[in-house]
C-alpha cells in the first residue's frame, strides 16, 4: 500500500510571495491533518480535513488555509509568506475510526523562505 | 486549549541503560496519548499509545505509564540500543470518534551514546 505522498518535498520562496503544498493520503483515509515542524516547537497543528470539510483548526494566522478535494487529497496554502514560515510542513492521514487513531505521516515539504 | 510540556528536550543514555521521557497536558478531557518516534530526515511514526482507561502498556523493551490525576504520562525504553537515537514527540488528545486534534509536545531528543 502507497503511503502519504507529499509534494513538493523542497522549495525556496522570497518573502510576500505565496505557496501550495499537495498532500495525497493513504488509499482509503479520509482525514489529512497538516502540521508544521520547527526546530524546538515540535510539531504544531495547523488544520484537519475530512470529507472536504474542516473539522479543525490550530492557532495560525488566516495566511494559512487548506482544502481537501473529493478523492481526499489535500492542499495547504499559505500567502504572504514571511521568513518565520520556513519550517517542514507534514502532512498526516489517518482513518476516523476512535479504534484506529493512527497518523501517517508523509516525509514532508521543506520551505524555505528568503 | 490542550497544551503539552515534554522534558527532557536532549537525553544522552549509554547503550543498555533506561532512558525515560516525561509529558504533562492540560486538558482532562484528554483521553489518547501516543508517542511517535522521529529519525534522522525521516517522517514521524508511531511507537506507541494509550488510552485514559489504562495505566501502562508494553510493547517488548517499551513501555508508557498515565497518571491521570497527575496529568502526565512517560515513556520507558530499556534496554537502548544505538537505532533508539531519534527524536521522540509525545501527543494528547480527545476522541470524540468523528474529530481529533493531536497536540504534540516540542520533543526529546534521545542518543544513545555505544
Known amino acids: 500500500k502507497a503511503g502519504v505522498t507529499q509534494t513538493p518535498r523542497y522549495l525556496i520562496k522570497t518573502r510576500g510571495q505565496q505557496v501550495t503544498l499537495s498532500c495525497s493520503p493513504i488509499s482509503g483515509h479520509r482525514s489529512v491533518s497538516w502540521y508544521q515542524q520547527t526546530p524546538g516547537q515540535g510539531l504544531q497543528f495547523l488544520f484537519e480535513?475530512?470529507?472536504?470539510?474542516?473539522?479543525n483548526k490550530g492557532n495560525f494566522p488566516g495566511r494559512f488555509s487548506g482544502r481537501q478535494f473529493s478523492n481526499s487529497r489535500s492542499e495547504m496554502n499559505v500567502s504572504t509568506l514571511e521568513l518565520g514560515d520556513s519550517a517542514l510542513y507534514l502532512c498526516a492521514s489517518s482513518w476516523t475510526l476512535p479504534l484506529e487513531p493512527e497518523l501517517f505521516f508523509g516525509e514532508g515539504s521543506r520551505l524555505t523562505v528568503l | 486549549g490542550e497544551n503539552v510540556e515534554q522534558h527532557p528536550s536532549t537525553l544522552s543514555v549509554q547503550e543498555g541503560d533506561s532512558a525515560v521521557i516525561k509529558c504533562t497536558y492540560s486538558d482532562s478531557a484528554s483521553n489518547y496519548f501516543p508517542w511517535y518516534k522521529q529519525e534522522l530526515g525521516k517522517r514521524p511514526q508511531l511507537i506507541i499509545d494509550?488510552?485514559?482507561?489504562?495505566g501502562e502498556k508494553k510493547d517488548q523493551r517499551i513501555a508508557v505509564t498515565l497518571n491521570k490525576t497527575a496529568k502526565h504520562f512517560s515513556l520507558h525504553i530499556t534496554e537502548t540500543q544505538p537505532e533508539d537515537s531519534a527524536v521522540y514527540f509525545c501527543?494528547?488528545?480527545?476522541?470524540?470518534?468523528?474529530?481529533?486534534?493531536?497536540?504534540f509536545g516540542s520533543g526529546t531528543q534521545l542518543t544513545v551514546l555505544p
Open positions: 480535513y475530512f470529507s472536504e470539510t474542516q473539522r
Open positions: 494509550i488510552r485514559s482507561n489504562v
Open positions: 501527543a494528547a488528545s480527545w476522541d470524540s470518534g468523528s474529530a481529533r486534534q493531536l497536540t
